[in-house]
């Protein structure tokens, strides 16, 4: 079964440095997203992709947050410099859309747990 | 704005059946899912529902009620490795998925 990719699966830095989270989304699936999750909520999204176009980064901290995804295939998230409250986990998930009757269910890789000391 | 809410925390006994419920209130409506997350680990999806009615999937359920923003999750003869948070999400008229905080199920022998 095709699953979503992420590496590394943790990460402990320093406040102030920078951390980069991998994802490799499901073959085939055209819209990436990822999101942060704090214990105890929702997922929120911190941007969404369609290829590699962005399509919300409306609630990602541009100061010091950045995400790409150039060829249209896997994808990159980078903080930096990283802060005590970035401490969190970072998901990933793709999908394949709405398209010839697809119900655009969002399928998740195993996350990326950020600890910020 | 736009809602979703879930109960925080409900407990359930080994063998039993639990009903966790979800109302939302978004504008549009493009489909409902839950989603199962254990503690560390990513969500796994469950099921979705866009008409209404019940969708059965083993010994898990999922109701809709479009008419009264209302979704619910039944689960039953409960096992241990039920034990998770369980997450309400709808994908709203722009095709964004907005997450309900998640209700935390704990299973007691």
């Known amino acids: 079964e095709a699953e979503v990719a992420q590496s590394p699966r943790y990460k402990i830095t320093e406040k102030s440095q920078a951390v980069a989270f991998w994802c490799d989304p499901i073959?085939?699936?055209?819209?990436l997203y990822w999101y942060r999750q704090i214990l105890g909520q929702g997922p929120e999204l911190l941007v969404q992709?369609?290829?590699?176009?962005?399509?919300?980064d409306s609630q990602l901290p541009k100061d010091r947050f950045s995400a790409e995804r150039l060829k249209g295939v896997d994808s990159t998230l980078k903080i930096q410099p990283a802060e005590l409250g970035d401490s969190a986990m970072y998901l990933c998930?793709?999908?394949?859309?709405?398209?010839?009757?697809?119900?655009?269910?969002?399928?998740f890789g195993p996350g990326t747990r950020l600890t910020v000391l | 704005g736009q809602n979703i809410d879930q109960p925080t925390e409900m407990t359930a006994t080994e063998g039993a059946i639990v009903q966790i419920n979800c109302t939302y209130q978004?504008?549009?409506?493009?489909?409902l899912f839950w989603y199962q997350q254990h503690a560390g680990e990513a969500p796994t999806f469950l099921s979705y529902?866009?008409l209404d009615g019940l969708e059965e999937k083993g010994r898990f359920s999922s109701f809709l009620s479009r008419s009264k923003g209302y979704s619910y999750l039944l689960l039953k003869e409960l096992q241990m490795k039920d034990s998770a948070s369980y997450l309400c999400?709808?994908?709203?008229?722009?095709?964004?998925?907005?997450w309900g905080a998640g209700t935390k199920l704990i299973i007691k022998p």
């Open positions: 978004t504008s549009g409506f493009n489909g």
């Open positions: 999400a709808v994908l709203d008229s722009n095709y964004q998925l907005i």
């Open positions: 992709f369609q290829d590699e176009s962005v399509v919300d």
């Open positions: 073959s085939g699936h055209a819209t």
């Open positions: 998930a793709s999908s394949q859309g709405v398209s010839d009757g697809g119900t655009d269910t969002q399928y």
């Open positions: 529902n866009v």
